[in-house]
């Protein structure tokens, strides 16, 4: 019975409700657009960063290449240095 008044009472002015449907449909989507055109930005900029700024060479551990995240570090870079210059 609830449901019922409440589906009427929504339709009751149709303009006011059209309205209010569509701003929180555009709110939404404007939302998202947001978030994902900020990720993509945030991901283009660290991969520009560690392919242009680093090196020519890079040198990280395997799992890096399909999950870059800064836990993946080199232990021992004084071992890797000797390698390196010879």
């Not at 209010?20 to 939404?28: D, K, Q, W």
């Not at 520009?48 to 870079?77: C, L, N, W």
Request: aromatic share 10%; net charge neutral; proline share 3%.
């Amino acid at each position: 019975m609830l449901i019922i008044i409440a589906w009427r009472n929504i339709w009751r002015n149709q303009l006011r409700s059209i309205v209010v449907i569509l701003s929180i449909a555009i709110g939404l989507w404007a939302g998202v657009f947001t978030m994902a055109l900020t990720n993509g930005m945030t991901v283009q900029r660290t991969q520009g960063t560690i392919k242009t700024f680093i090196s020519h060479v890079q040198v990280h551990m395997p799992s890096y290449i399909s999950d870059p995240d800064a836990r993946y570090f080199i232990e021992d870079p004084e071992s890797l240095y000797s390698v390196l210059d010879t």
